[in-house]
């Protein structure tokens, strides 16, 4: 399935009113109920009639016009004619980690450094900013001090049931799906921050991106490799439609299984939790241009793409 958070009415005089729909080809069919429409309503609510969901989505991608959903026929809207907004606008926590060998690789390099032996051994992270995140096709604001804007294109995975001490080869069983995750970095700041030693923090507490929808583990079975969480796509991201960097989803040296295992050693995760992947190599101007810039401007459109995952589109403000 492909779950997005959708408003029929995005213009300036309505308040904005997101709430949970199916995607099918370019067509979304609204599911949330009324009273807790979001998809965070409904994963704290303990994903009701999933099977029932699940059901509509096979209906309509064999070819049946039945929107029928709870007994109760469901209104559908052009993908075209609606606005979406991020998965979860608020999540409970955000944790992002640091998988991609080349983009950990090339990063060392630019401090001069050779890559921890512990980064082998440990899938680290950090958290960033819940607070913080935005949706397709929203604005991206530099902080005031910064003038090194950077995009970092990731993939990221949304809870969609809770656990603690989670197995790797169990992971999945908790994931309700995949996003695209574009972790906005002031590198200025971020290079003052890191020289202290404790991580980043106001050089990634601006802006995260999450979009343009959640495709849930079942639909990705094509693209699946014998590594929990790790699916053989092809990541693409474009500045001004020109392409900057290119890499894999199946290059993560750690998985998904992993990150969730770590993540949830001796915690809970709950329901809602977004978990990133870190920067796929070549995924963002750190790398390319060696930590030099030119980085993002005003006006600038940066486009991240993931196969099924889609197209998550931000301009720089």
Known sequence: M???????????????????????????????ESERGTLYGWLQREMPHLDALRDLDARLKAGSSDT????????????????????????PTLRDFYAFEQHVKTAMANRGREVPKEWYELAVFYFSNPGAVIGPDDTVRAPKTSNALDYELEVACIIGRGGRDIQPEDAEKHIL?????????????????????????????????????????????????????????????????????????????????QMVARASADVMLFPGDVIGSGTVGTGCLLETTKAQGPWLQPGDVVELEVGPLGVLRNVVG
């Not at 029929?8 to 949330?32: C, F, K, M, S």
């Not at 209104?75 to 606005?83: A, C, F, G």
Request: cysteine-free; overall charge negative; aromatic content about 8%.
């Open 177 to 257: 799906g995949y996003t695209i995750m574009n972790d906005w970095s002031a590198r200025d700041v971020q290079r003052r921050e890191i020289g202290v030693g404790l991580g980043p923090a106001k050089g990634k507490d601006f802006a995260t991106s999450l979009g343009p929808w959640v495709v849930t583990p079942d639909e990705l079975a094509p693209y699946r490799t014998e590594r929990p969480g790790v699916y053989d796509l092809p990541m693409v991201v474009r500045v001004n439609g020109e392409v900057r960097g290119e890499g894999n989803w199946r290059d993560l040296y750690h998985s998904f299984g």
């Open 68 to 91: 029928t959903l709870n007994g109760h026929a469901r209104q559908t809207y052009p993908l075209t004619e609606v606005k979406l907004y991020a998965p979860i606008t608020r999540p």
């Open 2 to 32: 492909r779950l997005v958070m959708f408003d029929t009415q995005p213009d300036e005089i309505h308040d904005p009113a997101p709430r949970l729909g199916l995607l099918v080809g370019e067509t979304v069919v609204e599911v949330g």
